[in-house]
């Protein structure tokens, strides 16, 4: 080996790892500051979008319904609360209704949801296929109608 070819050898491989570290660096980049800000901020409202214009009816077992007040808030930090129903199922997870519901008829809406009783729900064919994950990070999957089978 010459001299010549080995300064080559050191000359080249300083560039690929500083080219590495700068895939490195980028790539925590993106998971760090990228992927969380797509996830708390993009995810919500593109699934509230996709839920809007794909709808699903589920038919659900209720274990029990309670009434609640939820909150809402916007990416400006305005918010506003709601009267709702959560209503605990066996095999769709926790389902909250906001359409319809005032603070005159919510005790009589969750006095309707009779434990033991089916129901079909229409929901978000989005939320719903994330309902496992979503009832996890504590996030409604919410019920536009709901009936009797």
Same mark, same amino acid.
């Given at each position: 080996m010459t #001299?010549? /070819?080995s300064k080559t050898d050191a000359r080249t491989k300083p560039r690929r790892s500083k &080219? &590495?570290?700068r895939l490195v660096a980028i790539? %925590?980049? #993106?998971l760090v500051v990228l992927v969380p800000v797509l996830v708390i901020f993009v995810g919500p409202i593109t699934l509230?979008?996709?839920d809007a214009s794909h709808r699903t009816e589920v038919t659900c077992e209720v274990r029990s319904a309670h009434t609640g *007040?939820? /909150?809402s808030r916007s990416v400006k930090g305005v918010g506003s609360s709601s009267n709702q129903v959560v209503i605990e199922t066996s095999d769709c997870g926790t389902l909250t209704l &906001?359409?319809? +519901?005032?603070?005159?008829?919510?005790?009589? %809406?969750?006095?309707?949801f009779a434990a033991g009783t089916t129901w079909k729900f229409? #929901?978000?064919a989005g939320s719903y296929k994330l309902h496992p994950f979503l009832n996890t990070i504590r996030?409604? +999957?919410? *019920?536009?109608e709901f009936r009797r089978p």
């Open positions: #001299v010549a /070819s &080219r &590495r570290d790539g %925590i980049l #993106v509230k979008a996709y *007040v939820g /909150s &906001r359409w319809g +519901v005032t603070a005159d008829n919510k005790e009589s %809406i969750a006095d309707g229409d #929901v978000g996030q409604a +999957v919410f *019920v536009k």
